[in-house]
Each structure stands twice: as C-alpha cells, then as structure tokens.
T-cell receptor, first 116, second 114 residues
Framework: SAVISQKPSRDICQRGTSLTIQCQVD?????MFWYRQQPGQSLTLIAT?????????ESGFVIDKFPISRPNLTFSTLTVSNMSPEDSSIYLC?????????????FGSGTQLSVL | GESVGLHLPTLSVQEGDNSIINCAYS??????FIWYKQESGKGPQFIID?????DKRQGQRVTVLLNKTVKHLSLQIAATQPGDSAVYFC?????????????FGTGTKLQVIP
C-alpha cells in the first residue's frame, strides 16, 4: 500500500483567505483524488487530479474555488480559495495505483480545516 | 440518481457479539465494492472488498455479503471488540473509460459497549 502524507494536518483560517494543502505519496501512483468530508458526514469526491493536465471536477465543484495541481506522479496540491465558514471540513488526498492493477483507494490522514 | 447509502446511522453492540452493518446501492453497473473503517482523526482504512461476480468474501473476523438481486451489501464483524468502534463506509468503484471513481455511502457509527 502507498504511504500518503498530507500537510498541514489542521489549520484555522480567516474568511476570505486561501489555503493550499499538499499531498505527497511515497511511490508513483496513477490516480490521485481529493475528497471533502464535512463534519459528521461521508466523503464527497471533489476532483480527480490528472498529471500534466487540468483536474476533472465533480458536479458542484469548480476550478476557481478548488484549483488543483499535479506536477508529477507522487505529488498534488489542493487550494481552497476565498474561504467561508461553509468550507470547514476535512480534506483528504487519496490514491489508486492502477499501474499494478489496483482498485483499492488509499487515504492520507487528512487536513482538518476550520474557517472563522 | 446514483447513490450508495446505509440503513442505520448508529449501531451499538455488546463486546463479543457479532455486528452487521448494511448498505444499499443503486447503480447496477457497479462491479467492485469496498468497506472502509474510519477512526476519529484518521483517514478511512480499507477493510475488505468484493467483486460483483461474488456473493461472499471472508477476511479475518469480517465477512462481506453481496446480494445483487436487491442491490444490498453487508459487513459482518465477528466477536466485536472495543477497537472496532469507528465509522464504517461502504463504497463502490466504477470503471469508466480507463478511469475509476469511488463513491461513498452515508456511513454507520459502530459503538462497542464493554
């Protein structure tokens, strides 16, 4: 299984500011995803981070609000822009290594974001 | 629309008893299902998976059952222990054009009573 490191692990931010979350994987993986988990709820897919091209966003999520980068096969960032209290959530980076026939999704520990 | 949902939000079980967590899915094209366990402050952890061409799969103390006729998935935990207390999610992995997308259900919180 892949080891996924996310940082920061938590942050408290002011309304209107932006936060960039980093995700580093210890091996090359084919697919990387960003999920949001609002308090007491399930996980919702924000987007698939594509290496070398624009991310694929799910319904209800847009690039202007959640810009994503993926410069290589081991690293991705998610930015939460112009934050409001409604953005307070856990943000999770996850990976699937289809290169080895994998289908299991592995997760980092997440970034707990609180917006005041 | 497509959805993966759970019947019960909270389940309390006496230590040593068996636990059964249920999940319903609506996409008949789904071909791979996974159960995840999430402890407080951590990301979800893989427990067990099952493909759509199987009815049952067993792991260590856990069993997943798949009923495609009624689109129902269940996770059985034998001899439940305090360390099993967590939120459990079912998820479906759908393949489309070389890409994969994992959709999660609502989640069930399992409370083990010592």
């Amino acid at each position: 299984s892949a080891v996924i490191s996310q940082k920061p692990s938590r942050d408290i931010c002011q309304r209107g500011t932006s936060l960039t979350i980093q995700c580093q994987v210890d091996s090359q993986v084919t697919m990387m995803f960003w999920y949001r988990q609002q308090p007491g709820q399930s996980l919702t897919l924000i987007a698939t981070a594509n290496q070398g091209s624009e991310a694929t966003y799910e319904s209800g999520f847009v690039i202007d609000k959640f810009p994503i980068s993926r410069p290589n096969l081991t690293f991705s960032t998610l930015t939460v822009s112009n934050m409001s209290p409604e953005d307070s959530s856990i943000y999770l980076c996850s990976v699937i290594n289809t290169g080895q026939g994998g289908e299991k999704l592995f997760f980092g520990s997440g970034t707990q974001l609180s917006v005041l | 629309g497509e959805s993966v949902g759970l019947h019960l939000p909270t389940l309390s079980v006496q230590e040593g008893d068996n636990s059964i967590i249920n999940c319903a899915y609506s996409n008949s094209a789904s071909d791979y299902f996974i159960w995840y366990k999430q402890e407080s402050g951590k990301g979800p952890q893989f427990i067990i998976d099952i493909r759509s061409n199987m009815d049952k799969r067993q792991g260590q103390r856990v069993t997943v059952l798949l009923n495609k006729t009624v689109k129902h998935l269940s996770l059985q935990i034998a001899a439940t222990q305090p360390g099993d207390s967590a939120v459990y999610f079912c998820a479906e992995n759908r393949h489309s054009g070389g890409y994969q997308k994992v959709t999660f259900g609502t989640g069930t919180k399992l409370q083990v009573i010592p």
